[in-house]
């Protein structure tokens, strides 16, 4: 492991305290400054501090993969490695933000660390392909769209049928490298690795869901979107948002119901 790499690396009890998307918009500008810097200890010192920023989210997806039997480090090790490939690569003259294109590019280089290191189940050699296929897809995407693509979006940028990405996607379930069956064992005792599992962190998946949501929303009618914003963004009872709108609960609840509904719809395809 050379120093560079040991530097950032983090423990869970070194962890910078969790952040929200939007506590990273302050950095957009030095993107734009990146983009123009040429080579050089200037540029090398923006880019230092660009991926320092957002060690958090590097941390936050490393700690999704926790529970495949792989160590903590090497977990935040790697998807290090693809923050830093993510703010080489970020092209702020797309219109989409960072964490848009870092979080799908992360994620992708931790799932890559899995695949490279065994899968769990035989797989056959085309859906392996087909897997591999789709995750750079969904990078590209990811940046070129602002958000995530749905599986019909996948489809057409890669030429396959939306069964075909389906397919694809199920075989990812293949990466998990350890049977929540298998057996930890220690000197005194073994526990089943499916015991250890803990929660899963809220904070990427609300980025992940923001993002997603983003662009489907503003396509909504006023009051829906305003209605859904202040349920799921600004975490209102439906009894609060009823008395702010000027409606009943029930007719809130209906309205949320059918919103959320073609919402699902849209992401599905």
């Known amino acids: 492991m050379t120093s560079s790499e040991e530097a950032t690396k983090t423990s869970p009890e070194e962890e910078a305290p969790k952040r929200s998307g939007g506590d990273y918009d302050h950095l957009a500008p030095l993107f734009a400054e990146l983009a123009v810097t040429p080579p050089g200890p200037s540029r090398e010192t923006l880019r230092d501090r660009l991926v320092t920023e957002h060690l958090p989210v590097a941390q936050h997806i490393a700690r999704r993969f926790g529970h495949r039997g792989e160590p903590h480090e090497d977990l935040v090790q790697v998807a290090t490695v693809g923050l830093i490939n993510a703010v080489d690569r970020f092209d702020p003259d797309r219109g989409s933000d960072f964490l848009s294109f870092a979080v799908p590019t992360i994620?992708?280089?931790?799932?890559?660390?899995?695949r490279?290191?065994?899968w769990s189940v035989r797989m056959p050699r085309r859906l392996k392909e087909l897997?591999?296929?789709i995750n750079a897809g969904t990078s590209r995407l990811s940046q070129s769209l602002g958000r995530a693509p749905t599986p019909s979006e996948l489809a057409e940028h890669l030429g396959l049928s939306r069964e075909e990405v389906h397919e694809g996607l199920a075989a990812g379930n293949a990466y998990q490298s350890a049977s929540l069956d298998d057996m930890l064992m220690s000197e005194d005792s073994s526990i089943s690795l499916g015991s250890t599992i803990g929660e899963e962190d809220p904070e990427i998946a609300m980025i992940e869901q923001r993002e997603a949501l983003h662009p489907l929303l503003q396509k909504l009618p006023e009051r829906e979107r305003k209605i859904v914003i202040m349920r799921f963004f600004g975490n209102m009872t439906q009894t609060q948002i009823a008395q702010k709108v000027g409606i009943s609960q029930m007719h809130v609840s209906r309205l949320l119901a059918k919103t959320l509904r073609q919402l699902r719809d849209v992401l599905e395809e």
């Open 131 to 133: 897997h591999l296929a």
């Open 107 to 114: 994620m992708g280089e931790v799932r890559k660390y899995f």
């Open 116 to 118: 490279d290191s065994s």
